[in-house]
């Protein structure tokens, strides 16, 4: 199974085809609908004139690279921030992984070394490297030993709680509304 987003149908097939795009989306999705943030992947592509590329995004100049992020539509509500992001990912992609976003998640021994590799990637928190975690196990058969259980609650079958779950317009409702209801319970506890 694959992600399923309401999104160009041409972006979909990037993130099926590119882990590298996969990965700058789930970068971009903060702040943010998933929509704009998985669909950016394939808006930069566009920009480029080319497939996305670790190692040119790593090298590119900041500051050209904020221009690109940043031409109207924006692919993120902080291009700055977020061009920034990405670079700084692609970075620690060639440092470590020659490039290849795939090997992030390559040879790992169980879920916890995963999660781990993805915690250790910048702007990546705990509940990020999850959700992520969650995505590749859910939707693209990247299922190392314990991966649901390093995944917490976002690798539970049947969840409803981030983009790992979407597949259709219902199951992206429902993971909305979790959303919604998580926001709300926290809000409740800040002001309570």
Same mark, same amino acid.
């Given at each position: 199974?694959?992600? #399923?987003?309401?999104?160009?149908?041409? *972006?979909?097939?990037?993130?099926?085809?590119?882990?590298? +795009?996969?990965?700058?989306?789930?970068?971009?999705?903060?702040?943010?609908?998933?929509? /704009?943030?998985?669909?950016?992947? =394939?808006?930069?592509?566009?920009?480029?004139?080319?497939?996305?590329?670790?190692?040119?995004?790593?090298?590119?100049?900041?500051?050209?690279?904020?221009? #690109?992020?940043?031409?109207?539509?924006?692919?993120?509500?902080?291009?700055? +921030?977020? *061009?920034?992001?990405?670079?700084?990912?692609?970075?620690?992609?060639?440092?470590? =992984?020659?490039?290849?976003?795939?090997?992030?998640?390559?040879?790992?021994?169980?879920?916890?070394?995963?999660? !781990?590799?993805?915690?250790?990637?910048? $702007?990546? $928190?705990?509940?990020?490297?999850?959700?992520?975690? +969650?995505?590749?196990?859910?939707?693209?058969?990247?299922?190392?030993?314990?991966?649901?259980?390093?995944?917490? !609650? =976002?690798?539970?079958? $049947?969840?409803?709680?981030?983009?790992?779950?979407?597949?259709?317009?219902?199951?992206?409702?429902?993971?909305?509304? =979790? /959303?919604?209801?998580? /926001?709300?319970?926290?809000? +409740? /506890?800040?002001?309570?």
């Amino acid at each position: 199974m694959t992600l #399923v987003l309401p999104i160009d149908p041409e *972006a979909n097939r990037l993130l099926e085809r590119s882990p590298l +795009a996969l990965l700058v989306g789930m970068v971009l999705d903060q702040q943010v609908p998933m929509e /704009k943030a998985f669909s950016s992947p =394939y808006v930069l592509a566009q920009r480029l004139g080319r497939d996305l590329d670790a190692r040119e995004l790593a090298e590119h100049d900041p500051e050209e690279l904020v221009a #690109v992020f940043a031409q109207p539509p924006a692919l993120h509500r902080f291009p700055k +921030a977020m *061009a920034a992001r990405v670079q700084e990912v692609c970075r620690v992609l060639v440092e470590r =992984y020659d490039g290849d976003a795939s090997r992030l998640w390559a040879d790992v021994a169980d879920g916890r070394e995963l999660l !781990g590799r993805i915690a250790e990637l910048p $702007g990546f $928190g705990k509940q990020k490297a999850q959700i992520f975690l +969650a995505l590749l196990g859910k939707r693209f058969d990247v299922q190392p030993q314990g991966w649901r259980e390093a995944a917490g !609650g =976002y690798g539970d079958p $049947g969840a409803h709680r981030s983009v790992a779950d979407v597949t259709d317009a219902d199951s992206l409702r429902r993971v909305r509304e =979790y /959303k919604q209801q998580m /926001k709300a319970a926290a809000k +409740a /506890k800040a002001t309570g």
